[in-house]
């Protein structure tokens, strides 16, 4: 999951840390806490090209298809987790529409295939 930490979320530029940073280090704090090891990482994104829907983050994996959602906030850490999670336990990407937490179905921007196989 890459997490956008200069999403500003409408807030003013010298809100620090910025909207996007306290919804990394949320999430980043909320994976440390659950049991067990994550099939999933958290990585830092210096921006997703996404600011009139910030705070955002992208799902992507080597075969997958890959997402982009917005609209989201620290309120949407526990969502974003089993979101992910269930991203990370598909083959291709693609979890089934009822599976996925309200988030995912309303805040999503973008949905990119998977890069072609090299010939």
Known sequence: MHVCVTCLAGED????PRAGRRLHDALADAQRRQDGLSSFRIIEAECLSNCNRGCSVALSGPGRWSY???DLSQASVEDL????SRYAAT???LVPWRERPTIF????IAR???APKPV
Request: glycine share 20%.
């Open 13 to 16: 530029r010298e809100t620090v």
């Open 68 to 70: 982009v959602y917005g």
């Open 81 to 84: 987790l089993a979101g992910a």
């Open 91 to 93: 083959e291709d990407g």
């Open 105 to 108: 179905r309303k805040g999503v």
């Open 112 to 114: 990119i295939p998977p």
